[in-house]
């Protein structure tokens, strides 16, 4: 069992390989397509640039902080309704980046006139990579629980043991009434396991965001066009802040530690502009329409957004709408799908500018 990520991993190498050597050079001849205009400024655009690394790093920092501040605005604690309300908004954010800005932007890439028609045009690698790392996403939730309750219920089987012995050595048998007794032990086991499903859902929803985050900050930094950064960088402002709010309220949840805290928002808020720093790095080589480009860039998005779009509908919606608080406030339940069809649709709206 040691050696199956070791082969799993050869296998995706030599995969990758003979994906990328199928595109003949011949198709160098696309990188020639792009235009030279008024847009194409290299100093204009560097200023822009630099000014896009300040902006969305405070922005990034402002929206993943401003749920861990709850101690400081007790209406954003996560027992509150605002917290709820707030968290469907994020989580429709959350859900549109997927399915508007990802995925989008995964299937340009791999079906670009500059990659070979065969395979990219014969078969849809996109929907296949999307729904492979959804499912993916599913078993790691699935096996972490698993391992999780199997330990647990070791330990409680312990516990039990030992509770049912008197101090006199001698054995009883309890009831095990619904409602009566154990009640503490259930409880302290049910909010464990709660527990434990927030730390997996925040720190899977941070490698969804910091992979796509890291490709949206390549391709601004590659780039010399003025007129395609200035737009995006309000847009990536925007969207930074309320992604960085949803991956907030999910590391709340999970109740982490100080230093993993300052880990997480650390990696979330410096992973776009990384990439930004690594594109201007790459100018003099990268090409936006090389084959070997579209194709790493299309399959990380591809993974992205299934990742994405799985945890947003399960992790996120279904879990909180399907949950008892919003199950048993009707009104809260309202307000929260309005958050949602409002952050949903104002992050769709995005996709104009980004």
């Known amino acids: 069992m040691k050696s199956l990520p070791k082969s799993l991993s050869n296998a995706v190498v030599f995969v990758l390989f003979i994906i990328l050597s199928s595109s003949p050079f011949a198709l160098a001849k696309c990188e020639e397509k792009i235009i030279t205009n008024g847009c194409h400024d290299e100093r204009e655009s560097m200023k822009l640039k630099l000014i896009a690394l300040v902006a969305i790093s405070v922005s990034s920092v402002i929206g993943v902080c401003l749920p861990l501040l709850s101690h400081c605005m007790p209406s954003l604690t996560p027992d509150s309704d605002m917290f709820a309300v707030l968290k469907a908004f994020t989580s429709g954010v959350i859900l549109a980046t997927g399915y508007m800005h990802v995925l989008p932007d995964s299937f340009s890439a791999l079906m670009s006139d500059c990659l070979p028609r065969h395979p990219w045009k014969k078969f849809p690698f996109t929907a296949f990579v999307a729904m492979m790392s959804a499912l993916l996403t599913l078993m790691v939730d699935s096996f972490s629980m698993s391992v999780y309750k199997k330990l647990s219920g070791r330990a409680s089987e312990v516990d039990a043991d030992n509770g049912s012995r008197h101090e006199n050595g001698n054995v009883t048998t309890e009831n095990y009434e619904p409602g009566h007794g154990h009640g503490p032990a259930l409880e302290m086991n049910h909010k464990s396991s709660q527990l434990l499903r927030h730390r997996v859902i925040a720190q899977v929803l941070e490698l969804g965001i910091v992979v796509h985050s890291v490709v949206i900050g390549l391709a601004m930094g590659a780039s010399d066009n003025r007129c395609t950064i200035r737009p995006l960088i309000a847009a990536l402002c925007f969207h930074q802040m309320f992604e960085g709010i949803g991956l907030g309220g999910c590391i709340l949840q999970a109740e982490y530690e100080f230093q993993m805290k300052a880990i997480m928002v650390f990696f979330f808020s410096v992973t776009t502009p990384l990439g930004i720093v690594i594109g201007i790095g790459l ?72």
Do not use: R
């Open 283 to 354: 100018t003099k080589v990268y090409s936006a329409t090389s084959p070997t480009a579209l194709i790493v860039v299309g399959l990380l998005n591809a993974s992205s957004a299934g990742l994405l779009n799985y945890m947003a509908l399960v992790d996120l919606l279904a879990a909180d709408f399907l949950g008892p608080k919003l199950q048993k406030n009707m009104k809260l339940q309202a307000w929260s799908y309005v958050a949602v069809l409002l952050g949903s649709g104002f992050m769709s709206l995005m996709a104009k500018w980004a």
